[in-house]
Nanobody, 115 residues
Framework: QVQVVESGGGLVQPGGSLRLSCAAS????????MAWYRQAPGKQRELVAR???????NYADSVKGRFTISRDNAKNTVYLQMNSLKPEDTAVYYC?????????WGQGTQVTVSS
């Protein structure tokens, strides 16, 4: 099981920015994909952004143009840069690691967008 540790959540005003980090305990080169999901109160968990081992990315329509997923191979870490944040981005954000067909999840980090 891959250990996954997230950081970087917090409270930010609408229009502001945050960067989330997700560190994996295994080499990123053995991981098929790393992704960020989020879950708002009363809603289902949804995919926000994913990056594969080959570098391909995909985003939820609601965050395209505002969020960017990237990775640092040397640190086995994936980042989610979130700009132009909106109140509807408020949620617990979870990092997902898919390795050899198995999913591992972090504990989640709260992002609150409010004035």
């Amino acid at each position: 099981q891959v250990q996954v540790v997230e950081s970087g959540g917090g409270l930010v005003q609408p229009g502001g920015s945050l960067r989330l980090s997700c560190a994996a305990s295994e080499s990123i080169f053995t991981i098929y994909s790393m992704a960020w999901y989020r879950q708002a109160p009363g809603k289902q968990r949804e995919l926000v952004a994913r990056i594969t081992r080959g570098g391909s990315t995909n985003y939820a329509d609601s965050v395209k143009g505002r969020f960017t997923i990237s990775r640092d191979n040397a640190k086995n870490t994936v980042y989610l840069q979130m700009n132009s944040l909106k109140p509807e981005d408020t949620a617990v954000y979870y990092c997902n690691v898919n390795r050899f067909g198995n999913d591992s999840w972090g504990q989640g980090t709260q992002v609150t967008v409010s004035s």
